[in-house]
């Protein structure tokens, strides 16, 4: 399996110029053939293939446009493959062969967003504190761990806040590591990140909101700059270190959580959740982005599948939270607030069994025994409160709408039969309310 490695580069004003040239380069070539491409489209012809497009946007255009050739021309060709690719993985999103989410067609690219070139084969040579690129020269390199083997390609990325990153792709092989059989099923929540099906609570560390406040104030500054300004470009890269750093911290402690994980546990379950349509609601949009669902959900089922982890993924759809975990009866869907002080309900008991429960500890247990092929399922952690006497020889009701408790039905009977013939009791006769009033409560 394929993997990248990701490192820091320092490089000098010298080579900051020349990268930033390759850049502007690189984006020229992707601009200049998108918007070919587009008139193509609209006067009803098709796109050309990627050799044409070399020919026209590379070869041709290294005549006439001298500053193309201060430049290496690998990363110029993977910048048409890559435009190549969006356009293939647009028409196969299109026609039904690419599954998953619609894919849009490629953009044209700004200078002031995240910069990319990449080179491949022996185009670049890695040493021991240095990377050499062509036309750009020997850039300091801090290695945090080191290459699994020898990289096929490296990408030189220039990010919003104006630092320098080394991507290698390499080959990995599969890390088994010791069995633990154990098993985990995890919730996913806002107030607290994850819930274990052990009873373990994780928290985030919510880095935007406590940075909110920061963060308005960079941008109140920068609203106030002009145009073009180098104040502007400064209170520009002053709101994109601070989003740099949130993204670092929200990244450090997913990687972290998902490693612990994935050591810990030899199966790893957790619910299909809708991300992408749940941030759609602009009062919870601002907290789930912050917490980074769907990259711990990528991470996770990244690293199980290096270290020969088994991970799975439940429906959506799955009732976890209305089912108690200890008897499996639904009792529907639960509240998440009480009407005395707006306080959050976190607890429930069950109405079949009495069983008490944490609603984010059991919705945990439910995400766990869905797989029934698991065989290492853990019983529930959840403690029992003990039902009156009187409840277990005569059997309560349990719906509050559908079903009428045992023993009321010959005195419903009796009260139907009153009613044809105009016998009627006085109203405050038991035998007289609708059948609705005759249901039992568990906590009458």
Same mark, same amino acid.
């Given at each position: 399996?394929?993997a990248?490695y990701?490192?820091?580069?320092?490089?000098n004003?010298i080579?900051i110029?020349?990268l930033n040239?390759?850049f502007g380069?690189c984006?020229?070539?992707?601009?200049s053939?998108?918007?070919?491409?587009?008139?193509?489209?609209?006067?009803?012809?098709?796109?050309?293939d990627?050799?044409?497009l070399t !020919?026209?946007?590379? %070869?041709?255009?290294?005549?006439?446009?001298?500053?193309?050739?201060?430049v290496?021309?690998t990363?110029?060709?993977?910048?048409?493959?890559?435009?190549?690719?969006?356009?293939? $993985?647009?028409f196969? &999103?299109?026609t039904? +062969?690419?599954?998953?989410?619609?894919?849009?067609?490629p953009?044209?690219?700004s +200078?002031?967003?995240?910069?990319?070139?990449r080179? =491949?084969?022996? $185009?670049?040579q890695v040493?021991?504190d240095?990377?050499?690129?062509? +036309?750009? #020269?020997?850039? !300091?390199i801090?290695?945090?761990?080191p290459?699994?083997?020898?990289p096929? &390609?490296?990408?030189?990325i220039?990010?919003?806040?104006?630092?320098?990153f080394a &991507?290698?792709?390499?080959?990995?092989? =599969?890390e088994?590591?010791?069995e633990s059989?154990?098993?985990?099923?995890i919730?996913?929540?806002?107030?607290?990140?994850?819930?274990l099906?052990?009873?373990?609570?994780i928290?985030?560390p919510?880095?935007?909101?406590?940075?909110?406040?920061?963060l308005?104030?960079?941008?109140r500054?920068?609203?106030?700059?002009e145009l #073009?300004?180098?104040?502007?470009?400064?209170a520009?890269v002053?709101v994109?270190?601070?989003?740099? @750093?949130? @993204?670092?911290? *929200? %990244?450090?402690?997913l990687h972290?959580?998902?490693t612990?994980?994935v050591?810990k546990?030899?199966?790893?379950?957790l619910e299909d959740? $809708?991300?992408?349509?749940?941030i759609?609601?602009?009062?919870?949009?601002?907290?789930?982005s912050d917490?980074?669902?769907?990259?711990?959900r990528?991470?996770?089922e %990244?690293k199980?599948?290096?270290?020969?982890? /088994?991970f799975?993924?439940?429906?959506?759809?799955?009732?976890?939270?209305q089912?108690?975990?200890?008897c499996?009866?639904q009792g529907?869907?639960?509240?998440? $607030?009480v &009407?005395?002080?707006?306080?959050?309900?976190?607890e429930?008991?069950c109405?079949?069994c009495?069983?008490?429960?944490?609603?984010?500890?059991?919705?945990?247990v439910n995400?766990?025994?869905t797989q029934?092929?698991?065989?290492? =399922?853990?019983q529930?952690?959840t403690?029992? /409160?003990? =039902?009156?006497?009187?409840?277990?020889?005569n059997p309560?009701?349990?719906?509050?709408f559908?079903?009428?408790?045992?023993?009321?039905?010959?005195?419903?009977? *009796?009260t139907?039969?009153?009613r044809?013939?105009?016998?009627?009791?006085?109203?405050n006769d038991?035998?007289?309310r609708?059948e609705?009033f005759?249901?039992?409560s568990l906590?009458?």
């Amino acid at each position: 399996m394929k993997a990248r490695y990701k490192y820091r580069i320092y490089p000098n004003h010298i080579q900051i110029t020349k990268l930033n040239q390759l850049f502007g380069c690189c984006r020229y070539v992707w601009n200049s053939t998108l918007a070919y491409c587009n008139q193509l489209y609209s006067d009803g012809q098709k796109k050309p293939d990627y050799v044409d497009l070399t !020919k026209q946007f590379i %070869t041709q255009a290294k005549r006439e446009l001298i500053w193309l050739k201060e430049v290496a021309s690998t990363p110029l060709q993977q910048s048409l493959k890559d435009l190549d690719q969006a356009y293939r $993985n647009f028409f196969d &999103s299109c026609t039904g +062969k690419r599954k998953g989410i619609k894919v849009k067609p490629p953009k044209f690219k700004s +200078k002031k967003s995240r910069q990319t070139a990449r080179f =491949v084969g022996k $185009n670049y040579q890695v040493s021991q504190d240095k990377i050499y690129l062509p +036309k750009v #020269g020997k850039i !300091k390199i801090v290695w945090s761990r080191p290459l699994a083997s020898q990289p096929s &390609s490296v990408t030189i990325i220039k990010d919003s806040a104006g630092r320098y990153f080394a &991507s290698f792709v390499v080959d990995t092989c =599969v890390e088994y590591l010791p069995e633990s059989e154990n098993s985990i099923g995890i919730d996913l929540g806002i107030s607290t990140f994850a819930t274990l099906s052990d009873g373990q609570k994780i928290d985030a560390p919510k880095p935007l909101k406590k940075n909110l406040k920061k963060l308005g104030k960079f941008q109140r500054k920068l609203a106030q700059t002009e145009l #073009g300004s180098k104040r502007r470009e400064k209170a520009q890269v002053r709101v994109a270190k601070l989003h740099a @750093k949130v @993204k670092d911290i *929200r %990244t450090d402690f997913l990687h972290k959580l998902s490693t612990d994980l994935v050591r810990k546990y030899d199966v790893i379950v957790l619910e299909d959740l $809708n991300v992408s349509g749940m941030i759609k609601n602009r009062k919870l949009a601002k907290a789930i982005s912050d917490l980074g669902w769907r990259q711990f959900r990528t991470l996770t089922e %990244t690293k199980c599948e290096k270290y020969g982890r /088994e991970f799975r993924v439940i429906s959506r759809w799955e009732p976890t939270s209305q089912k108690c975990s200890h008897c499996g009866f639904q009792g529907g869907k639960k509240e998440l $607030n009480v &009407s005395c002080g707006m306080l959050r309900k976190r607890e429930w008991t069950c109405l079949n069994c009495g069983a008490f429960h944490d609603r984010d500890i059991n919705a945990a247990v439910n995400i766990l025994n869905t797989q029934s092929a698991l065989e290492t =399922v853990n019983q529930p952690i959840t403690k029992v /409160e003990t =039902v009156k006497a009187t409840v277990a020889k005569n059997p309560i009701q349990l719906s509050l709408f559908n079903k009428v408790a045992e023993g009321q039905t010959e005195t419903i009977k *009796r009260t139907r039969r009153k009613r044809q013939t105009g016998k009627l009791a006085d109203s405050n006769d038991v035998s007289t309310r609708p059948e609705s009033f005759l249901q039992l409560s568990l906590f009458d």
